[in-house]
């Protein structure tokens, strides 16, 4: 409990996650987060902000993981 609501900690966690290349948790934030009303757009975002902390090759690799879970429960929602 705090001042940030769900969707923003996991936003957060997801961003700390994706720099630490831990799939797992990035997995786990981006269901968390999006479960929370995060939007894909705001998802990717936090991705993209990882570019200048670890590098391109390592955000687009987690990209693609966040990519594909996506697409699944997106899916999973319609």
Not at 13 to 22: E, I, K, V, W
Not at 28 to 46: C, L, N
Not at 61 to 77: D, I, K
Request: hydrophobic letters at 40%.
């Amino acid at each position: 409990s705090g001042p940030l609501d769900k969707k923003t900690c996991h936003l957060i966690q997801l961003g700390m996650a994706a720099s630490a290349q831990l799939h797992g948790a990035v997995r786990s934030h981006v269901t968390q987060a999006f479960e929370a009303g995060a939007t894909p757009e705001e998802i990717y975002h936090t991705i993209l902000l990882t570019l200048n902390t670890v590098g391109f090759p390592k955000m687009i690799m987690t990209y693609s993981w966040v990519r594909e879970l996506l697409e699944r429960l997106e899916n999973e929602e319609h």
